[in-house]
Nanobody, 117 residues
Framework: QVQLVESGGGLVQPGGSLRLSCVAS????????MGWYRQAPGKERELVAV???????TYADSVKGRFIISRDNANNVVYLQMNSLKPEDTAVFYC???????????WGKGTLVTVSS
């Protein structure tokens, strides 16, 4: 099947930046779209950003203008560049991918982003 491995999370100060990476491996054919979700303690998982292989992207209103999603389609890597981070961005960020070959959705195990002084 498909495995997704995130990296890049950590502790940053408000106003700082962080870049998350997600590497897909396994049966990675027709893996589209890919994106990022996040979940704060006590809250439901929410969409942050998603991108299709052709380059179109959508963002949550709360991150528009601050976050940028990008993909390296040849190497099956998706990135999330996060700028001007706020304390309310603190959450576990999950990589997401859909495989039309397997008709299945896949999730990484998450990487924690903490925005605090």
């Amino acid at each position: 099947q498909v495995q997704l491995v995130e990296s890049g999370g950590g502790l940053v100060q408000p106003g700082g930046s962080l870049r998350l990476s997600c590497v897909a491996s396994g049966s990675i054919f027709r893996l589209n779209p890919m994106g990022w979700y996040r979940q704060a303690p006590g809250k439901e998982r929410e969409l942050v950003a998603v991108m299709h292989s052709v380059g179109s992207a959508t963002y949550a209103d709360s991150v528009k203008g601050r976050f940028i999603i990008s993909r390296d389609n040849a190497n099956n890597v998706v990135y999330l560049q996060m700028n001007s981070l706020k304390p309310e961005d603190t959450a576990v960020f999950y990589c997401y991918a859909y495989s039309s070959s397997w008709s299945s959705s896949y999730w990484g195990k998450g990487t924690l982003v903490t925005v605090s002084s």
